[in-house]
Every structure is written in C-alpha cells, then in structure tokens.
C-alpha cells in the first residue's frame, strides 16, 4: 500500500483556499446583471435553519455587492462587513474584486469555520471549486466501466469524470495531483500512484493526539481488526486510509472505498479522539 507520509493537510488546506480565492475575484471582477451567484457554507454538522452563505450581486455597472446571511458576530464588523435589514453587505468596485474574494474566504473560514472550500457550495460556477487543465483523452470503458489507463494523468482524468458523475461537480483537484472529496461529514483526499497501478484514499479522523505510543498500540489493534482500512499515525493525526487497484480502473471499487472510509469516520471517530487526547474534524457539541 502506498504511503501517504508526505502529505500536509495545513499546506494542502491553505493552497486550496488560495485557489478558491484567486478564482472568485476573476469571477467577481466580470460579473454583470444577468446573473447572481450564491456561495453556501455546508459543514458536515451544520445544523442552523439557514446556512451560511454570501450572495454575489452586480448591483449598478462595475459595482459588486456581497450580502452575508445565516451569521451573526461581533468579529463581522471587524473583517469588514457592514450591518443590514437584509443580513450584513459589503461592496466593491470591480477593481477590487480581490478584497470582496478575500473577505469571504477571511469570513467562511475564520467566523463560519469551513475547513476546505469542498464543504462549500455555489449555486452556480461550480469551477469555482476546481482548476481544471486539459485532459488527456480517456479510454472507452468496458463493461461496468472499466478502463485500462496508460499513465497516470489518464487515470487522474479518469477518476475526475468518475468523481463528476458521482457528486455532480468538476473534481477539486490541487496542484499536487490530489483530489479532495465531501462524503457527508467526512472530507476525503485521493490521489494516484506515479506508476498508475494505485489509487490511495485517505481521511483525518483524529488530530492534535496527545501521546504516540498510546496511539501506535491503538492503531494497531484497529489494524488487526480493519478488513479494508488502514490506520496510521502521521505527525499529530491518525489517518485511516485505503488502496484501490487501478490496473483496471472499476468505478465500482473507488465508490466501495469511499463508502468504507466514510463509515469508519463516522463510526469510530469520535470514540478514536477520546481514547487518543485529540479531536475530531467536527467535535460533537452537547
């Protein structure tokens, strides 16, 4: 099974919201009055009535207006969001499209709390997520979808039109090849092995672990017993993590091992953080 030492989520999460935010002030300094955009927060465990979100409207000729409903804090004000009857505004000229793209990345993930732009929804542009390049041409599947890929950016672009099909978005994929994944609560990377035989998924579910060689001993017991998955202790966070076979490809087996690693999150997560001194990706509250 390949390993998955090399990977920061920090340096992965922060190059994601670079991107995020890089492409919606392009997409905020051409917006004209023909159409509106609505970017929705949709945290795992969100269970406000109504979710986080900031509207994006061309409200006169080069004049982009964001209105921010579903939040209300005193640090608001502070980032730079002005209060209203209609929930909190901020405007900009379009030349300054950056600083309205920046105060909703700043908003989103320091006052709602979205850890990754994948737990984000627009309502419309759904290239906001993804920077998508030219694909390699894909083979014709086979029966059931199988494929025999012939390099490993066949088999990134054959996993991006399987991932599209499955979740009705273009694949957020970074510029280090991995892609990042919302199954339910869970937020889920895949990436490729360089020789194309692999594919390797992999979740955080505990992080900020207190005490290494009482975690090693646990993650081996769960090693043990796992039929799909395997646990690794990486820096400060247990990973539980799975290997597709890629030689062929099976759309079949990359849904098994999505599924197999969203039922471990939510099922022994939270026990996992307690027994480890950690926590998990949303603590439970109450």
Known sequence: MADIEDFDLDKTT?????????RLADVLSVMDASADLTISAVNGEETRETPPAVRFSAVEPGVVEATLVGVDSPRLTELGWTSSPRGFTARRDQEEATELANLTT?????VVGVL??????????AELLTARESNPVKPTPGPYGVVLPTSQAQLDA???AELEKMFGHPALRN???????????TMVFCRSTPDFEELVLFAVLVHDVN??????????????????CRFALHRDRVFVQVSVPAQPFVPR???QALESISHVADGI??????KLGGRTTFPTTG
């Open 106 to 110: 700043a908003t989103m993930t320091e």
């Open 211 to 228: 005490g290494r060689s009482r975690a090693c001993e646990v993650l081996n017991d769960l090693n043990v017993e796992s039929r799909y």
């Open 253 to 255: 087996h990359l849904r």
């Open 14 to 22: 922060k190059q994601a919201w670079d991107e995020f935010t890089e």
């Open 158 to 160: 054959i996993v991006d």
């Open 269 to 274: 997560d939270d026990d996992l953080a307690h």
């Open 175 to 185: 510029a280090a090849g991995e892609v990042a994944i919302r199954v339910g609560s």
């Open 116 to 125: 990754h732009p994948i737990f984000l929804e627009p309502d419309q542009l």
